[in-house]
């Protein structure tokens, strides 16, 4: 997939208290899931039932990725990997052991774990009053064809947008980008169309955003939009991979920030 485009100050200090628990996860294997799979997942269960007996609000299962139409199996792949991520940094796991697999009475096999975790629990609340509204999202490009949309935020803010498609060297970030994007803030309730053609967010002239297939063999891509609003200018100076971008965000505070997932198809005309 092609994209045709034709700061640096820390992040605050994040507020935040510890707990030990010791949590138990348990999960039934479908017929096709080798044991391996079977008890990574009961350890991500085990983790997700930690934040519970700390009295963490879980909500690392809750990533929402809209895709609109087409397959949903990669992108609920990407939201388990995204769940599994930030769970890497709320959740870390002292000890760990492993039950025995169990049949269960329809002949599926149970895995059970059991661990002893310290369990980080932020203190900052999400800030409901923070939002932004994106418009202009189409439910599919053909291949060559120029995408805009629009975001129109709460309140005056900074923007962070990344894209991830299906193979690492098409993720990137494309707002703000060295020498293209500046990195200006919006004004509340003010309506900015991207790609901005204002020159308070544009180095030279103005860019397009046009969508491609590479791939000869291929007559549908899809990949995400990652839309992130920030009360300040927090920097992201890493590689674009998921697990950069979603380690980076989730230093940032909840009442700090805002974030939508947007599914995007193109196909071939």
């Known amino acids: ?21 010791t949590a138990t996860g348990i999960y039934v294997a479908g017929q096709y899931e080798t044991p391996a799979e079977g008890q990574t997942k009961a350890l991500f269960e085990a983790k997700k039932q930690a934040l519970r007996e700390a009295g963490a609000t879980e909500d ?4 929402a990725i809209i895709v609109m139409g087409g397959s949903e199996s990669d992108f609920r792949e990407i939201s388990s990997e995204l769940s599994r991520i930030e769970l890497e940094g ?30 980080v629990i932020e203190e900052a609340e999400e800030d409901l009053n923070f939002q932004f509204k994106a418009d202009g999202f189409k439910n599919t490009y053909l291949s060559g064809e120029k995408m805009t949309f629009s975001i129109t935020p709460s309140e005056n803010c900074y923007l962070r947008i990344f894209f991830f ?8 970030q494309i707002f703000p980008k060295e020498g293209v994007f ?26 397009e955003f046009t969508m491609g297939i590479d791939d000869e063999t291929v007559t549908l891509e899809q990949g995400v939009l990652l839309i992130i609003a920030l009360k300040n200018p927090y920097p992201f100076m890493k590689d674009v991979t998921y697990e950069n971008v979603i380690s980076w965000l989730s230093k940032i505070k909840k009442n700090e920030k805002r974030v939508l997932w947007q599914g995007i198809n193109i196909i071939k005309k």
């Open 90 to 119: 709320r959740v870390r796991v002292k000890e760990q052991m492993d039950g025995t697999p169990e049949f269960t009475a329809d002949h599926l096999i149970k895995y059970s774990t059991t661990i002893r975790a310290e369990v």
């Open 182 to 207: 500046k990195d200006a803030p919006l004004k509340a309730d003010q309506p900015v169309t991207f790609p901005p053609n204002e020159y308070r967010f544009i180095y030279d002239q103005p860019f």
């Open 1 to 21: 997939m092609a994209w045709v485009l034709c700061v640096a100050t820390p992040l605050s200090a994040q507020r935040e208290r510890t707990r030990t628990v």
């Open 165 to 172: 498609g299906k193979t690492a060297s098409s993720n990137m």
């Open 60 to 63: 690392i299962s809750s990533t």
